[in-house]
């Protein structure tokens, strides 16, 4: 399982919250890293490739990890 790096966006919640918003971690840092990556890979595709879109996710999925752990240094 690869790191996904927390929470892209955490914030605080007072327990009191909880009924109204439940609490929740949504996306984590790897898959914002990836939707950028990949938003950089699909305006830039040229669409005269063979690189299926399986392929550029899997590349931004890749660079995510790569950010990941740069970060940590």
């Given at each position: 399982m690869n790191d996904d790096g927390?929470?892209?966006?955490?914030t605080e919640q007072a327990a009191t919250d909880t009924a109204f918003f439940p609490r929740s971690q949504g996306m984590s840092l790897r898959d914002y890293f990836a939707a950028a990556a990949l938003q950089g890979y699909l305006?830039?595709?040229d669409y005269e490739d063979s690189t299926t879109f399986a392929e550029y996710a899997q590349s931004a999925y890749d660079q995510a990890d790569a950010m990941?752990?740069?970060r940590a240094k």
């Open positions: 927390g929470p892209a966006f955490p305006a830039s595709m990941i752990t740069e």
